[in-house]
């Protein structure tokens, strides 16, 4: 068992790092103009990676906060994972020539499957699947609309695509601080081979004491990592101390 990676997480909006609540765009809570100070601030602290995400690429379609993207990879030597807004194979290249070490496809991969085993053709090991799960159904476009697929479904898709992990985020949790949904994750993980990335609720340290716990009992499969924001961001969870805990 080599531990839980920890990803913290760097949401953009309008350049800002911003959390927000359930996904709801005007619920941001600014915590830093500076999105590149904040990375190396968790760099720093130990992280072996960052998690960022562009919220109005998620919403538009296309990458809008590339400016900010930039600058955290100038900032920092860890491998960075980059989702929002990416939903063809010329924003993958860019993003990937760009530095990024690991492309997130979330609406994309919904709709367009081929798209995900393409890129994971060219790009071995650099392409992760975004599930974002409204009451278990897949939800896209920045969370704006929820469709009737099973968020196990799409993650069943791409068993044999070679797909580096799933980050599956319950979004009634995101920026809530109400616990991770620990059972909704850990009954995906049983049944995909897929690495699988928590996300969305991380309250404190027992949430992530419970999650290496489960990956624990079944020999460290089930759950790669975990990616932590608001909790951080607020200090209810002291970043060493989650290192310590997590081994990663």
């Known amino acids: 068992m080599t531990g839980l990676t920890l990803y913290p997480a760097i949401d953009l909006k309008d350049g800002a790092c911003v959390r927000l609540r359930r996904g709801e765009m005007h619920e941001a809570t600014v915590y830093s103009d500076d999105p590149a100070a904040q990375a190396r601030i968790w760099a720093a602290a130990g992280c072996r990676w960052l998690h960022v995400v562009d919220l109005n690429g998620a919403f538009a379609g296309r990458s809008v906060n590339a400016q900010a993207v930039r600058a955290i990879l100038a900032a920092v030597a860890i491998p960075v994972q980059l989702g929002g807004g990416i939903r063809d194979r010329a924003a993958i290249e860019v993003w990937l ?5 690991r492309v997130i496809l979330g609406s994309a991969a919904a709709r367009d499957p081929e798209l995900v085993r393409a890129a994971c053709r060219a790009h071995p090991g650099c392409i992760a699947v975004g599930i974002d799960a409204r009451e278990g159904y897949v939800a896209t476009d920045g969370w704006a609309e929820t469709s009737t697929m099973r968020a196990l479904d799409l993650a069943l898709r791409f068993e044999d695509a070679g797909v580096a992990a799933i980050i599956y985020t319950d979004i009634g949790r995101d920026g809530m601080l109400s616990g991770v949904n620990l059972e909704q994750t850990l009954d995906l993980a ?38 932590v924001g608001r909790a951080l961001y607020d200090g209810r969870i002291d970043l060493a101390a989650a290192l310590r805990l997590l081994g990663g």
Do not use: H, M, W, Y
């Open 97 to 101: 020539e760009a530095g990024i070490r």
């Open 190 to 227: 049983f049944q995909i081979s897929t690495p699988v990335i928590a996300s969305g609720g991380v309250a404190g340290l027992a949430d992530l004491a419970a999650l290496k716990q489960a990956a624990e009992g079944n020999g460290g499969r089930l759950i790669e990592g975990v990616i």
